[in-house]
C-alpha cells in the first residue's frame, strides 16, 4: 500500500499540537509497518530527523502554505499534481486540511472547529479560508478522524456528516512527562521562579485559550492571599491581542507572572511536574494535550467544564466556568492551600493519563486509514 501523508507542520523545533500530533503517529505508523511505502509531501526543506525509515520518501513541493492564497495552491495545484506521480492509495492530512482537486482517497484529521465558533479570533483571510473550505473538506473525505467525542459530534452537527464516517483517536502526551523527586523540584523553581511555587499554562497565546480571564483571576488570587505563588506562560505570543494585553497590564501583581515562551519538551518535563497546578481554563478544545501531559507528570490540573476538556479530564481535574474570573480564582485559593486535595488530584490524574497514549493513537489512526483504503 502507498499512502501520501501532509507533513507541512514537521518543522524542526516548532512542533506544536497538531505538529506532534503528526510526528508521534507517524513514527510508531511508519516504523510498525515497513511494508507500505508512505510519501512525505513537505513545503518547505525538511529535516532528516523526520524521515523515519526506509519506506519514508520525503519530497518537497511550493509554495511553502502559511497564508490562504497559497494554501489553495498548495493543496489544490501541487498536492494533486505530486498525487498523481505517486498514485496512492490514501491521502493522509494530520492537520485537517485536504484537495478539493484530486481523486485518491482521503483521510483528513479535523482536530476541532474552533474557528466556526470563534470566527472573530482569526484573521479575516484565514477565517474565511476555513470556513468556506473545511465543510467541504469534511464531504470530500472518504473518512475523517477527530480527537475526541465531542469534536466528533460537533463535526456532525455543524457540518451534517454521516456519525459513521467520523473515528476517534484521542491524543496521546509524550513518554518524557513524569514526576520526578522533591530535589529535581527545588532545582527547577529556583532555576526559574527563584524558588516560588508556580501556576502554569501552556498553549499557543490565542484568546479563544481564556489567558486574559486567567490573569484577572491570578491578580485576583494574589489580592485575596499572601504568598509567593507565581504564574508562567509557556507559548507563543501569536494572537497578543489588545483584551490580552489590557487584562496583563491591568494586573497589580503583573511582576509574578512569568512568560516563557516556547519551550522545548526537555524543559517542559522539569517545568510540568514542578509547578504547583496546569490552570488551563480555555473556552473551546478539541482535547487539550497539555491536560494529559501534566497528568503524566502528577501535577494536579484545573480545567474548563466546556468542549471536550471534561471528557479529557473526567474526575481528576477542578472542572469550572471559563467564564468566571472568581470561579478560576477559587480554585487556585484551593489548590495552594490544601496540600490533601493536590495529592488526590494527582493521584487521580496519572491514573486518568494511562487512558491515554501516543501508541493508542497511532493505533487507531491505523485502523482509521485501512478503512479508508479498503
Not at 503528526?22 to 510519501?39: C, D, M, V
Request: hydrophobic fraction near 40%.
Amino acid at each position: 500500500m502507498k499512502i501520501a501523508v501532509n507533513t507541512r507542520l514537521l518543522i524542526k523545533n516548532k512542533l506544536e499540537g497538531i505538529g506532534w500530533f503528526a510526528y508521534e503517529t507517524l513514527k510508531r505508523i511508519t516504523g510498525s509497518h515497513p511494508e507500505h511505502q508512505f510519501y512525505f509531501l513537505f513545503d518547505r526543506p525538511y529535516d532528516e530527523s523526520f524521515v523515519f525509515g526506509s519506506n519514508v520518501t520525503p519530497i518537497v513541493i511550493g509554495p511553502q502554505a502559511r497564508h490562504p492564497f497559497l494554501f489553495y495552491l498548495w493543496f489544490e495545484k501541487s498536492i494533486p499534481k505530486a498525487l498523481n506521480k505517486i498514485v496512492p492509495d490514501l491521502f493522509l492530512s494530520p492537520d485537517g486540511y485536504n484537495s478539493l482537486s484530486t481523486k485518491t482517497p482521503t483521510l483528513p484529521v479535523i482536530h476541532d472547529l474552533n474557528f466556526e465558533h470563534f470566527p472573530e479570533q482569526l484573521p479575516f483571510l484565514v477565517r474565511k479560508y476555513y470556513k468556506h473550505y473545511f465543510p467541504q473538506f469534511a464531504h470530500k473525505a472518504t473518512r475523517i478522524a477527530t480527537v475526541s467525542e465531542f469534536s466528533k459530534s460537533d463535526i456532525v452537527s455543524t457540518y451534517g456528516i454521516n456519525p459513521d464516517k467520523i473515528d476517534v483517536v484521542y491524543n496521546g502526551a509524550n513518554e518524557v512527562y513524569q514526576p520526578i523527586n522533591p530535589e529535581a523540584i527545588v532545582e527547577c523553581r529556583n532555576q526559574y521562579t527563584g524558588g516560588s511555587p508556580y501556576f502554569l499554562f501552556i498553549g499557543s497565546l490565542l484568546p479563544r485559550k481564556n489567558i486574559a480571564n486567567l490573569f484577572s483571576a491570578f491578580d485576583l488570587f494574589k489580592q485575596n492571599a499572601s504568598n509567593n505563588i507565581k504564574l508562567m506562560i509557556i507559548g507563543e505570543k501569536k494572537w497578543w491581542t489588545n483584551e490580552i494585553k489590557r487584562s496583563y497590564e491591568s494586573m497589580a501583581h503583573k511582576d509574578a507572572v512569568i512568560f516563557k515562551g516556547h519551550t522545548s519538551p526537555d524543559e517542559l518535563k522539569l517545568l510540568i511536574p514542578s509547578a504547583l497546578a496546569l490552570t488551563y481554563v480555555s473556552f473551546f478544545e478539541g482535547f487539550g494535550i497539555p491536560i494529559i501531559e501534566a497528568m503524566r507528570c502528577g501535577t494536579p490540573v484545573i480545567t474548563s467544564n466546556t468542549s471536550s476538556m471534561p471528557e479529557i479530564a473526567g474526575d481528576a481535574a477542578m472542572l469550572l466556568d471559563p467564564n468566571s474570573v472568581q470561579s478560576i480564582a477559587d480554585a487556585m485559593i484551593k489548590i495552594s492551600a490544601s496540600e490533601e486535595l493536590r495529592k488526590s488530584l494527582s493521584e487521580k490524574g496519572l491514573t486518568r493519563a494511562k487512558d491515554f497514549s501516543w501508541n493508542a493513537t497511532a493505533d487507531k489512526l491505523w485502523d482509521s486509514i485501512i478503512k479508508s483504503c479498503c
